[in-house]
């Protein structure tokens, strides 16, 4: 055989989410969901998950028609080669107790006979995950202002005279003279006997005089300090995953000349392919058609096979 059984079964995980090899068992995947590993940082896309079940054991004819197209031989003889397969699988678990099968994961055989299966990771089987990878999410941190730190911005403010005698004084004026605004225009001979008295009047002499009224009031000085207080606020990081656009080209053939590949390029035109030149390095890579969707350009690559063994796949 041109390719290995495991590397046929890992191709159809892409494609299945079922995949048995017939008296041995059968892989089931599932999908999971992109996760956030809160202790790493890590944050993983969307995967499949890879379970093993040994109870799957009735062929589905799944694998051995893959395997008869693909290595291009009958379905009997694709038959005899996974059955030859399995039981050397078997034995093989059964004498060491692992087993490992490339680009699937370990089986291991428990004390009660029971197959456990682990998951090679180092292969995505989600086509919605293609070309993504896991991400570094760096956690922030952020810095609470403490009460003590808002306490020490408070200053209490501060006069030079806290005498009370000063303010009852100071009321002593200016109670009349709200009063006066109330009174009538008409009252103009009251308002300034009114005045005549109160200009005799010193609200601020003390209850015996012995001293010339040449008091003047205190001045009241306020001081205020003021401490500018600066809020850091920062801002959260997301992490912007940018999906890169695929293009998956099916390659008729490769030419160092380019009159050769245009000779190509026309046969292709004719047998209504969508056929285009894709440069790259030294060769002109003529291709039958181009696809965005890598299950698509899988299944015209098997159809294209039938015609042309040569034919490959080309990822831009």
Known sequence: MKRTIE?????LLFLHDC???????G???????AKLN?????????????LFNASLKTNDGLLITHISNQEEITQEVAKNEVENYATKIIKKL??????????????????????????????NYSLDSFGMKATYNKAIVREAISEEKISST???????????????????????????SYVSITQQDK??????????????????????????????????????TVEVIEEEVVPIITLQKTTYYIIAGAFAEKKNADKMLEKLKKWNYNTKLVPGGSLLRVSYN???????????????????????????
Not at 155 to 175: D, E, G, H, W
Not at 191 to 203: F, G, K, V
């Open 7 to 11: 590397h046929y079964i890992s191709e």
């Open 19 to 25: 995949v048995i090899i017939p008296n041995f068992g």
């Open 27 to 33: 892989f089931v995947g599932n999908d999971q969901s």
């Open 38 to 50: 809160k202790i790493t940082g890590v944050l993983s896309p969307p995967s499949k998950q890879i």
């Open 94 to 123: 059964t004498e060491s107790k692992v087993l490992r099968l490339d680009k699937i994961g370990l089986l291991s055989l428990g004390k009660e006979g029971n197959i456990i299966f682990l998951q090679d990771n180092i292969n």
């Open 154 to 180: 408070i200053k209490n403010i501060r006069t030079q005279s806290n005498n009370p005698k000063v303010f009852l004084r100071a009321a002593a004026v200016i109670i009349p003279l709200i009063a006066l």
């Open 191 to 228: 308002i300034n006997n009114l005045y005549t008295q109160m200009a005799s009047l010193n609200p601020f002499e003390n209850s015996i005089i012995t001293e010339p009224m040449t008091k003047v009031i205190p001045d009241i000085k306020i001081e205020v300090q003021l401490t500018p």
């Open 290 to 316: 181009s696809f965005t969707n890598k299950t698509e350009a899988l299944i015209a690559l098997h159809e294209i096979k039938q015609e042309n063994s040569d034919a490959w796949l080309l990822t831009q």
